[in-house]
């Protein structure tokens, strides 16, 4: 098809398909047969038509040199820019000789393309990614409540007592009564708190104290007075044995240091 608009000067003959938009672009190829009867430069643009924007149409090429009844193929590519308004578009192709372009020229019959509605954007997964910081957020909370309660300054104590187990040696008529010691350290992140200590076995004894009734802070210690005191005078030595218990606020419970002695009727010590 074409439409010729003065004499005989070109035949413009349309895209023997129809235009269809993929991806926002299409191509039509035309072809301009030079019906002049003498040699010329063709000059081919593109008109849009109507609301139609110039911008989006681009021609290769743009001149052709054409002998008698010679023809050249102009390919026009169309680009359409996303959120362009669903509708009906047109343009016409013109070919005109370049020597005499008022009078040597014709326009092609209406190209027309379909602009389909943009397909709406899902909408933003805004539950998922709201149910998603929800668990970041407890997942963090729980974090921070763990090492507060485990490493952090709301954790327990930790309580480090030496020796862990105590030996006063060997009482006598002359000697009844022996003392040691026990250390007390606090090795954790808050203040220890000791609350009292008790003694198991009837020759052991003590609890004299700089610890019970003060805070101890993170690396201090205390020390807690242990006695063995003979309750019999045998006449060869007796092992006897007690514990030393204490309570405090540090984690595991209240701790044991078993205590262990002898006691014998005779200065001498086995």
Same mark, same amino acid.
């Given at each position: 098809?074409?439409?010729?608009?003065?004499?005989?000067?070109?035949?413009?003959?349309?895209?023997?398909?129809?235009?269809?938009?993929?991806?926002?672009?299409?191509?039509?190829?035309?072809?301009?047969?030079?019906?002049?009867?003498?040699?010329?430069?063709?000059?081919?643009?593109?008109?849009?038509?109507?609301?139609?924007?110039?911008?989006?149409?681009?021609?290769?090429?743009?001149?052709?040199?054409?002998?008698?009844?010679?023809?050249?193929?102009?390919?026009?590519?169309?680009?359409?820019?996303?959120?362009?308004?669903?509708?009906?578009?047109?343009?016409?192709?013109?070919?005109?000789?370049?020597?005499?372009?008022?009078?040597?020229?014709?326009? &092609?019959? !209406? *190209? $027309?393309?379909?602009?389909? #509605?943009?397909? +709406?954007? /899902?909408?933003?997964?805004?539950?998922?990614?709201?149910?998603?910081?929800?668990?970041?957020?407890?997942?963090?909370?729980?974090?921070?409540?763990?090492?507060?309660?485990?490493?952090?300054?709301?954790?327990?104590?930790?309580?480090?007592?030496?020796?862990?187990?105590?030996?006063?040696?060997?009482?006598?008529?002359?000697?009844?009564?022996?003392?040691?010691?026990?250390?007390?350290?606090?090795?954790?992140?808050?203040?220890?708190?000791?609350?009292?200590?008790?003694?198991?076995?009837?020759?052991?004894?003590?609890?004299?104290?700089?610890?019970?009734?003060?805070?101890?802070?993170?690396?201090?210690?205390? &020390?807690? !007075? *242990? $006695?063995?005191?003979?309750? #019999?005078?045998? +006449?060869? /030595?007796?092992?006897?044995?007690?514990?030393?218990?204490?309570?405090?606020?540090?984690?595991?419970?209240?701790?044991?240091?078993?205590?262990?002695?002898?006691?014998?009727?005779?200065?001498?010590?086995?």
């Amino acid at each position: 098809m074409s439409l010729r608009t003065s004499g005989t000067a070109f035949e413009v003959v349309m895209p023997s398909a129809p235009v269809v938009l993929s991806a926002g672009q299409a191509r039509a190829l035309f072809t301009a047969v030079n019906s002049t009867g003498r040699p010329v430069r063709a000059a081919a643009n593109v008109e849009p038509v109507g609301q139609t924007p110039a911008r989006w149409f681009s021609l290769a090429p743009p001149l052709a040199e054409l002998a008698p009844g010679a023809s050249a193929g102009f390919a026009v590519t169309i680009t359409v820019p996303a959120g362009t308004a669903a509708g009906q578009y047109s343009c016409q192709l013109m070919v005109a000789a370049q020597d005499n372009p008022d009078d040597d020229y014709a326009v &092609s019959d !209406l *190209v $027309t393309f379909e602009v389909a #509605a943009e397909k +709406p954007k /899902p909408p933003f997964p805004w539950l998922l990614v709201g149910g998603i910081a929800a668990g970041a957020v407890v997942v963090v909370v729980a974090g921070i409540l763990v090492w507060l309660f485990t490493i952090g300054p709301l954790s327990a104590p930790d309580m480090g007592v030496s020796p862990s187990a105590l030996d006063l040696g060997t009482v006598n008529q002359f000697a009844p009564t022996d003392v040691g010691a026990v250390t007390i350290t606090n090795n954790g992140p808050t203040d220890l708190k000791i609350s009292s200590f008790q003694f198991t076995g009837a020759n052991f004894g003590g609890g004299k104290s700089n610890c019970v009734g003060a805070a101890i802070h993170t690396g201090q210690r205390c &020390s807690v !007075l *242990v $006695t063995l005191t003979a309750t #019999a005078f045998p +006449p060869s /030595p007796q092992p006897v044995s007690g514990t030393l218990v204490i309570t405090s606020n540090a984690k595991g419970g209240p701790r044991t240091v078993p205590l262990t002695g002898r006691q014998v009727n005779s200065i001498i010590i086995f």
